[in-house]
């Protein structure tokens, strides 16, 4: 079975610290994703990575940026964190074939105070 | 138009019934279908997925594609009340990336 793992399943942080949301897999996905989902949004995506060292911005980069320095690995950085990045963050990943589907982890609640 | 629709529901069915939930998608070269269940605090999880037109059945659910009218619905047959919770449908073209809709809540009471 799939495992994606998410280092933390609640954070709270202030306003202008620097943020890392640390994500594992376990299956040698090659596709990693980093989405955000808020009521009413639904799940929008922020960055995705389809190899090592490699990184493409999703639909809502800005305010974020990531590190995959080994395949298993996915980091997502707030640089500098701001309320409006209170959010439910989600690590996922998938082999990259047409009809393989996303596995996710438990996702991290994050709020910046 | 965005990417994904869903109706946002609530969707409410009585314990027994057959829920209908649908979603149409924008881009005709989307080639892969996915529909996620979503508990309310949980992470989305995988029911089922289908790529060729017509039905594809897994126990009580089923999946259905028409890419004609980019259109996809999930049936669920005997509703539970463990059912309830958000339906994602997702869609993938030909990147590897998957566009969600927003969700449709589902309630099923008994």
């Known amino acids: 079975d799939v495992k994606v793992t998410q280092s933390s399943r609640y954070l709270v942080k202030r306003t202008g610290e620097k943020v890392f949301l640390e994500c594992v897999q376990d299956m040698d996905h090659e596709n990693m994703f980093w989405y955000r989902q808020d009521p009413g949004l639904g799940l929008r995506l922020i960055y995705f990575s389809y190899d090592v060292k490699m990184k493409e911005k999703g639909d809502i980069p800005e305010g974020y940026s990531v590190s995959r320095e080994k395949k298993e690995r996915f980091s997502l950085i707030l640089e500098s964190a701001s309320t409006n990045q209170t959010s439910m963050y989600l690590c996922?990943?998938?082999?990259?074939?047409?009809?393989?589907?996303?596995?996710f982890g438990n996702g991290t609640r994050l709020t910046v105070t | 138009q965005k990417e994904v629709e869903q109706n946002s529901g609530p969707l409410s069915v009585p314990e027994g019934a057959i829920a209908s939930l649908n979603c149409t998608y924008s881009d005709r070269g989307s080639q892969s279908f996915f529909w996620y269940r979503q508990y309310s605090g949980k992470s989305p999880e995988l029911i089922m997925f289908i790529y060729s037109n017509g039905d594809k059945e897994d126990g009580r659910f089923t999946a259905q594609l028409n890419k004609a009218s980019q259109y996809v619905s999930l049936l669920i047959r005997d509703s539970q009340p463990s059912d309830s919770a958000t339906y994602l449908c997702a869609v993938k073209n030909n990147t590897d990336k998957l566009i969600f809709g927003t969700g449709t809540r589902l309630q099923v009471f008994p």
């Open positions: 996922a990943s998938h082999h990259g074939a047409a009809n393989s589907p996303l596995h």
